[in-house]
């Protein structure tokens, strides 16, 4: 189905006189359960005592019939098909855009709330893009079991909106420009199965198998592996800048200014970023700390004695955003009016399936933890 046509099929403010949400836990399923986010809904799920009633676990034809552990109990995985959603209260998405762009609105229609990591229905008017720290109102019209589709942001928009955005309501950013180090997570299971073949296949001589990335990807580095548009910025970059001012809830002329460049590293897990802000208003390091050490989903990890800064492997597995190099940009005048900082994120926590639980949460009424 074209993507306009399953747009209209959205009921993005639920649907009138639905069952509601039971008091007792929601019947949830997850569609691309065996996928790099979806393996890390169930971690997700499971460490975070989320209330589950029944649980479906769905993914293509190929995962059939696949047993996948869950709380201590085994799970089948079952073929997605239109029929999968009846009975189900909570779906969460992660199997790529076409999936959602046919089966969201499917599972809306049948009553579930789905919370949809693809970026299939983000750009869409009707359909809240939500980071619970930052906008989490989008999202207040949705009755949990009701029908309607929340999008979850793209995994560096969510990233760097959690470090910048506490400096944001205070001082007003005017201009950011954000590079990217992006992990072979963010490209799903195959691409982290290809960094680790290519990486073997190459300390052993050999020619290295490119099937996910067109080009060498062990030992190396290159620009964003999406397509790239009329204005020379790749999609991905695009996504950065037009999400950002959805979430920030900015249109016109007074949007904030914004530029990326996203380049993927050979890093298995977890993304940094290089971000560069301008302010409106002056805002000096020691009030910037202070407001990201009170910061929700943020750490500070900023020791210039010994030179220990944020990197992947400590961003890898864990839950917050870490944020280092926080320094006055020198050649912004006078000082104060703008701010270096370098990030890191387990774009699969954070960035894709913890933000989708937490929206979860929010939805059936678990408070911010
Ligand atoms: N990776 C990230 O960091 C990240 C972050 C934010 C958002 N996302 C988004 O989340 C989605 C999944 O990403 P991923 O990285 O988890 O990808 P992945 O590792 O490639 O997993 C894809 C999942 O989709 C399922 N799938 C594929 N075709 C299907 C079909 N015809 N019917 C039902 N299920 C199907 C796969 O099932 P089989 O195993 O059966 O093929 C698998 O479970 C994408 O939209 C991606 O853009 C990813």
């Known amino acids: 189905m074209p993507e306009d046509a399953a747009l209209k099929r959205v009921n993005p403010v639920g649907r009138i006189g639905a069952i509601a949400m039971k008091e007792s836990a929601p019947h949830v399923a997850i569609v691309g359960v065996t996928g790099a986010v979806g393996h890390e809904f169930l971690a997700v799920l499971e460490q975070r005592r989320f209330p589950v009633g029944r649980l479906k676990l769905l993914a293509s034809e190929r995962s059939a019939g696949r047993a996948i552990p869950y709380n201590g109990r085994e799970y089948t995985v079952e073929a997605l098909t239109d029929r999968s959603f009846d009975d189900v209260e909570l779906a969460l998405f992660s199997a790529g855009g076409s999936i959602s762009t046919r089966f969201a609105p499917i599972a809306s229609e049948q009553g579930a709330t789905v919370v949809d990591n693809s970026s299939a229905f983000r750009m869409s008017d009707e359909v809240p893009l939500v980071v619970p720290e930052v906008n989490a109102d989008a999202m207040s019209h949705i009755r949990p079991g009701c029908g309607g589709i929340i999008a979850n942001p793209n ?106 460049t996203c380049i993927r590293v050979p890093v298995m897990r977890a993304h940094a970023e290089s971000i560069n802000l301008t302010f409106e208003r002056p805002l ?15 750490r ?50 954070k960035g894709a399936a913890l933000n989708a639980v937490q929206i979860a949460e929010r939805l059936i009424g678990i408070e911010a933890r």
């Open 155 to 260: 995994c560096s928009t969510i990233i760097m909106l959690l470090a910048v955005t506490p400096l944001h309501r205070e001082a007003n950013v005017r201009r950011m420009v954000v590079s990217t180090y992006q992990a072979a997570s963010g490209a799903g299971a195959a691409a982290m199965a290809e960094l680790e073949t290519q990486t073997r296949e190459v300390l052993d001589g050999k020619p290295p198998t490119c099937s996910i990335f067109k080009q060498q990807y062990a030992f190396n580095l290159f620009s964003h592996n999406t397509e790239i548009g009329a204005n020379g910025y790749n999609t991905e970059e695009m996504k950065m800048v037009k999400e950002t001012h959805k979430i920030w809830g900015q249109e016109g002329a007074n949007r904030t200014r914004i530029t990326a």
């Open 284 to 298: 000096n390091e020691d009030r910037a700390r202070e407001l990201l050490e009170k910061a929700p989903g943020v």
């Open 300 to 349: 500070l990890l900023d020791d210039r004695a010994n030179n220990r800064f944020p990197t992947p492997l400590d961003a890898a597995h864990g839950d917050d955003i870490l944020i280092g190099r926080l320094r006055c940009d020198i050649s912004q005048e006078p000082i104060g009016s703008g701010m270096d900082l370098f990030v890191c994120g387990d774009q699969l926590r």
